[in-house]
């Protein structure tokens, strides 16, 4: 079955700076890349994701980039604020299902002010 | 607020109770899910109901049984469960159809098990 590594665990960085999480997936047939947002108390939120005939994809002070020959995507925010700390999971789905959806473990974003 | 709700929020039970789990959405969804999260580890997916086919993952032990009368409803069993079952449980819902990735999460029930 698909595998998803998730690097760092744990990441802090001054408020303004930019943050970048990385994650690597295992099966070359995986499709949908999506990252959710966890808040304290909340369950996960859909933020952004790419598909695998796009390399990179941008909303505003998030971007994701993927590339699919080394099987590695990672999320990009810009300008980081407070309110971006939270949980960040990235996913990997296998057969374009939500239902095959495979989470990496998860990084606490921490934005210092 | 996604759309999806879930009750209870919190819930202490000990190994002898039996108690269950309610989901609901909003969202017109026809898939429900159970995840299971525990600190410092992936989402775990437990079941998965879609279109009116269930789906499991081999490892969810028997002491867990879901149920899902309808296609807005979920609820997940829970009976005689141990101190490791401790963990925020979660519900998802998402369309299926071609091009239906996209998975709304409810808020969880944090369960501790004593």
């Known amino acids: 079955g698909e595998n998803v590594e998730q690097h760092p665990s744990t990441l802090s960085v001054q408020e303004g700076d930019s943050a970048v999480i990385k994650c690597t997936y295992s099966d070359s047939a995986s499709n949908y890349f999506p990252w959710y947002k966890q808040e304290l108390g909340k369950g996960p939120q859909l933020i952004i994701d790419?598909?695998?005939?796009?390399g990179e994809k941008k909303d505003q002070r998030i971007a994701v980039t993927l590339n699919k020959t080394a099987k590695h995507f990672s999320l990009h925010i810009t300008e980081t604020q407070p309110e971006d700390s939270a949980v960040y999971f990235c996913?990997?789905?296998?057969?374009?299902?939500?239902?095959?959806?495979?989470f990496g473990s998860g990084t606490q974003l921490t934005v210092l002010p | 607020e996604t759309g999806v709700t879930q009750t209870p929020r919190h819930l202490v039970m000990g190994m002898t109770n039996k108690k269950s789990l309610k989901c609901e959405q909003h969202?017109?969804?026809?898939?429900m899910y159970w995840y299971k999260q525990s600190a410092k580890k992936p989402l775990e997916l437990m079941f998965v109901y879609s279109l009116e086919e269930r789906v499991e993952n081999n490892s969810v032990p028997s002491r867990f049984s879901p149920e899902c009368p309808n296609s807005s409803h979920l609820f997940l069993h829970l009976h005689t469960l141990q101190p490791e079952d401790s963990a925020l449980y979660l519900c998802a819902s998402s369309q299926e159809v071609l091009g239906g990735y996209e998975q709304y999460f409810g808020p969880g029930t944090r369960l501790t098990v004593t």
């Open positions: 790419i598909r695998s005939n796009v």
């Open positions: 996913a990997a789905s296998l057969s374009g299902s939500a239902r095959q959806l495979t």
């Open positions: 969202l017109g969804h026809n898939a």
